[in-house]
């Protein structure tokens, strides 16, 4: 079992230590500790030291590690810490000698600034990896950036932006979660047309999802309104069966004969 270590040039990183599942690294003037699943022994330094050390450590969340979650849980600053700060990146002196360690430098490089929140830096590292042969890791951590900053932009009423960039995360990976938030957001704008594509985007990407049912009323509801009676009726049929939703669709399903 092997972790791979940064090239001893870039100055500005160092891994302290690691072990029991976690790691502990410098990046620029601040320690991060992270999990590290490969870290299966014990950490050279004690657990005091880690905390003393540490600037900010990363909590796991529900699911961490399982497909579609693995970066999930959040960030916690333990002391004074800059919401952002510059990291220098030394060009490589030797690319054939450098070239696999460059690789796992971006995504680490990007996972510390998704953490600091400095997006726009995180993406341009995690293309970068895409670029070193990483394209599948990078592209899901670039999407799950912007889907958060999506769904951010929703919760703050920037309706907009929500659904621009919840379509962002999209062209990164198919994300189903994206399409509903860009058709919650469109549906906000007026923009019932992008509404209408979005959900259907989701209902294709999530068909068993726990509120698809809503989803495909809300949208034959869309199509009612926009005047197309033949899609209005393809979708109110799709929930008569539905305990909560069944009795509605059937009334409009009566209304639209």
Do not use: C
């Not at 990146?89 to 490089?109: K, M, V």
Request: charged share 25%; glycine share 8%; no cysteine.
């Amino acid at each position: 079992m092997t972790i791979e270590y940064p090239a001893s040039w870039w100055k500005d990183y160092e891994l302290i230590d690691a072990g029991r599942g976690e790691k502990l690294e410098r990046f620029g003037k601040y320690v991060l500790r992270r999990p590290e699943p490969k870290a299966l022994w014990d950490p050279s330094l004690p657990e005091s030291e880690w905390k003393r050390l540490s600037h900010v450590v990363f909590r796991p969340g529900a699911g961490f590690g399982k497909a579609g979650k693995e970066d999930s849980g959040t960030w916690e600053k333990l002391r004074g810490i800059d919401d952002q700060w510059s990291i220098s990146y030394n060009g490589r002196q030797d690319p054939d000698t450098h070239a696999a360690s460059d690789l796992h430098i971006a995504l680490r490089l990007g996972q510390a600034l998704s953490g600091a929140g400095k997006v726009d830096e995180a993406v341009a590292a995690f293309e970068t990896a895409a670029k070193n042969g990483q394209e599948e890791m990078a592209n899901k951590q670039i999407s799950n950036l912007y889907l958060k900053k999506a769904v951010a932009a929703l919760k703050g009423g920037k309706y907009a932006d929500a659904a621009s960039t919840a379509l962002k995360a999209t062209e990164y990976e198919e994300n189903a979660q994206a399409y509903l938030i860009a058709g919650q957001a469109s549906q906000k704008l007026g923009k019932n047309n992008d509404a209408i594509s979005n959900f259907e985007k989701y209902l294709a990407a999530a068909p068993t999802a726990k509120n698809a049912n809503a989803i495909a009323f809300t949208v034959a509801a869309l199509y009612q309104k926009a005047g197309n009676k033949a899609k209005a009726v393809e979708f109110y049929k799709k929930v008569v069966n539905d305990p909560q939703l069944g009795a509605q669709a059937k009334q409009q399903l009566d209304a639209l004969k």
